[in-house]
């Protein structure tokens, strides 16, 4: 199932090549059984200075490196959401993770065209794991984190049964696995729905954190 897994984000990258040469932010938000949660609120929360956000849809691959600002894409899912950057990502930087995760769980996947890279765990409005430089390292220890421990381990196995080093493609896996969220080959090819974000929370720059 694990092979089954990477190896379909291995393809989602070679048909959308440019991602890999840039940057993305997967981030999945769920919330349990409490369904008042609004995607909306969090996002505006989570980045916007002055709680002013726009709604918008448009083309992931075309529009949002022409767009001023900072453009989140979205899906509603059922206990939650998940949100999708594709330039350098803002819901990355832990301030956004911890406050998307005040009432729920949040796992991060996020690299950028400078090849840094982040696995990242929070709940309760706190950090609870952090993996950086996925490609370039071995993962922190694990300990009680259950919710992603399964995942992380099954791919690092699998890296060392393969004689490689964990990749991007590994890096979605993890999210996949640890939730059951899927980003398709197809997600990226349709107009989907968005935030804009004007006037966005000073940058820390998630990478350096």
């Given at each position: 199932m694990i092979e089954d897994v990477v190896r379909r984000y291995k393809q989602?990258?070679?048909e959308h090549e440019w991602l890999a040469y840039g940057s993305l932010g997967w981030t999945v938000c769920l919330y349990g059984e409490n369904t008042s949660i609004d995607i909306e609120?969090?996002?505006?929360?989570?980045?916007?200075?002055?709680?002013q956000i726009e709604r918008s849809a448009m083309s992931v691959v075309e529009e949002p490196l022409c767009t001023p600002g900072v453009v989140v894409f979205y899906e509603r899912l059922a206990y939650g959401f998940f949100l999708l950057e594709v330039e350098e990502s803002c819901v990355s930087e832990s301030r956004a993770l911890r406050t998307l995760s005040?009432?729920?769980?949040?796992?991060?996947?996020?690299?950028?065209?400078?090849?840094?890279?982040?696995?990242?765990?929070?709940e309760g409005g706190a950090i609870a794991y952090k993996w950086s430089d996925v490609q370039f390292s071995t993962p922190p220890p694990v300990?009680?984190?259950?919710?992603?421990a399964e995942a992380i381990a099954g791919v690092v196995e699998l890296c060392h049964t393969e004689n490689r080093?964990?990749?991007f493609a590994d890096l979605l896996a993890i999210v996949d696995l640890s939730t059951g969220v899927t980003l398709s080959n197809v997600w990226l090819?349709?107009?989907?729905?968005?935030?804009?974000i004007r006037d966005p929370l000073p940058r820390v720059g998630w990478a350096y954190e």
């Open positions: 989602f990258l070679n609120e969090q996002v505006t929360r989570a980045l916007s200075r002055s709680g005040e009432e729920g769980s949040v796992w991060n996947a996020s690299w950028n065209s400078g090849y840094h890279s982040r696995f990242t765990y929070s300990g009680a984190l259950q919710r992603a080093h964990p990749s090819d349709e107009i989907r729905p968005c935030y804009i």
